[in-house]
T-cell receptor, first 112, second 116 residues
């Protein structure tokens, strides 16, 4: 079992819709979770981080963390074509210091 | 603007010819990281420095070395690049260590290495 798992996609949503990206993790002790956006050929860009159970909202983005079920999700409201990218979920595992363990990413396509 | 800078953005080298990649930061962050990312794969941590303390990942090949001469700069040396080392090399920084607010990692633009 991979430590951080994501569906590779592609996930296709129409413009203006809500995109829902999901991530599960195997280490129950993990406390810190991150969503990075990566455009093709570019470096990852941090868009959300979440450390507590529940929801965290920032503009069109909402991160959701459920530690009991060991999943993290990212919702993108009013999806735009410019949101088309690969979204990487990352976690700091128990005893990992500050080491990020990444999932392989979900490719999102927002269609006109 | 405070930022993480990587040079060069594209590097072409020959099989077995040593190459050095550079990272600098104006964020005054304590921690600097080097990741390797191959096509359609997740970034893989090679090593990191907390100030001058070097932390190597157990599965990082000996072919990869790093230097951090001061807070602002960190270098990745690949002593004898092989074809399998062609990848995007990402530098990241964080203020501190441990998953807590303020210690998030920020990436530079990356250096794409081609090995001929």
């Amino acid at each position: 079992q991979k430590e951080v798992e994501q569906n590779s996609g592609p996930l296709s949503v129409p413009e203006g819709a809500i995109a829902s990206l999901n991530c599960t993790y195997s280490d129950r002790g993990s406390q810190s979770f991150f969503w990075y956006r990566q455009y093709s050929g570019k470096s990852p860009e941090l868009i959300m981080f979440i450390y507590s159970n529940g929801d965290k909202e920032d503009g069109r983005f909402t991160a959701q963390l459920n530690k009991a079920s060991q999943y993290v999700s990212l919702l993108i409201r009013d999806s735009q074509p410019s949101d088309s990218a690969t979204y990487l979920c990352a976690a700091i595992l128990t005893g990992g210091g500050n080491k990020l363990t990444f999932g392989t990413g979900t490719q999102l396509k927002v269609e006109l | 603007d405070a930022m993480v800078i990587q040079n060069p953005r594209y590097q072409v080298t020959q099989f077995g010819k040593p190459v050095t990649l550079s990272c600098s930061q104006t964020l005054n962050h304590n921690v600097m990281y080097w990741y390797q990312q191959k096509s359609s794969q997740a970034p893989k941590l090679l090593f990191h420095y907390y100030d001058k303390d070097f932390n190597n990942e157990a599965d990082t090949p000996d072919n990869f070395q790093s230097r951090r001469p001061n807070t602002s700069f960190c270098f990745l040396d690949i002593r004898s690049p092989g074809l399998g080392d062609a990848a995007m090399y990402l530098c990241a920084t964080s203020r501190g260590s441990g998953g807590s607010v303020g210690n998030e990692q920020f990436f530079g633009p990356g250096t794409r290495l081609t090995v001929l």
